[in-house]
T-cell receptor, first 112, second 113 residues
Framework: TQLLEQSPQFLSIQEGENLTVYCNSS?????LQWYRQEPGEGPVLLVT?????EVKKLKRLTFQFGDARKDSSLHITAAQPGDTGLYLC????????????FGTGTRLTVIP | ETGVTQTPRHLVMGMTNKKSLKCEQH?????MYWYKQSAKKPLELMFV???????ENNSVPSRFSPECPNSSHLFLHLHTLQPEDSALYLC????????????FGPGTRLTVT
């Protein structure tokens, strides 16, 4: 089983602040996905990064895949209360019966 | 109806009850999954189905019994559960099991009394 550790586990910040969430593993992944889960709902896919070193931007969110494809980061600029939720990274591998492994999660609270 | 739906959204059951959770996907996907999400724990994969065949069972107790009658429907039959089984049960689907993005339902919040 591929283990993905996310840090920090919990993060509480004021509206307007910037933050970065990390997703680290010793395993190499063919791609990495980021999801956000709001209270009472299932996770929703935000982005998939595929190439080592790739950077993708989604409005105020910037996602980066590490050069070695073992880690990723999510940076949020000027956080808003609507960004509150559980952020999950998930690494994809190309072998085995199940090919997507979820990280431990970062629970973000943005205080108005 | 689009996406992945789950019913019921909330369920309270006693330890001697038998109940079933239902999941339906309208995305034409070939793979479906059951996950358990407990407070302060990572998402736990329970079962994986590909083209209606179970391909992974992550050491889940036999009081949880999955059923996949076709590629659009997935059930989780529950029998003599324990209080520690209380959690959010999430269903997901993907194009296939080869690491494609997964689309989740809203989950069933299960409380075992």
């Amino acid at each position: 089983t591929q283990l993905l550790e996310q840090s920090p586990q919990f993060l509480s910040i004021q509206e307007g602040e910037n933050l970065t969430v990390y997703c680290n593993s010793s395993s190499v992944f063919s791609s990495l996905q980021w999801y956000r889960q709001e209270p009472g709902e299932g996770p929703v896919l935000l982005v998939t990064v595929v190439t080592g070193g790739e950077v993708k931007k989604l409005k105020r969110l910037t996602f980066q895949f590490g050069d070695a494809r073992k880690d990723s980061s999510l940076h949020i600029t000027a956080a808003q209360p609507g960004d509150t939720g559980l952020y999950l990274c998930a690494g994809a591998v190309e072998t085995g019966a199940n090919n997507l492994f979820f990280g431990t999660g970062t629970r973000l609270t943005v205080i108005p | 109806e689009t996406g992945v739906t789950q019913t019921p959204r909330h369920l309270v059951m006693g330890m001697t009850n038998k109940k079933s959770l239902k999941c339906e996907q309208h995305l034409g996907h070939n793979a479906m999954y059951w996950y358990k999400q407990s407070a302060k724990k990572p998402l736990e994969l329970m079962f994986v189905y590909s083209l209606e065949e179970r391909v992974e069972n992550n050491s889940v107790p036999s009081r949880f019994s999955p059923e996949c009658p076709n590629s659009s429907h997935l059930f989780l039959h529950l029998h003599t559960l324990q209080p520690e089984d209380s959690a959010l049960y999430l269903c997901a689907s993907s194009q296939d099991t080869l690491g494609y993005e997964q689309y989740f339902g809203p989950g069933t919040r299960l409380t075992v009394t």
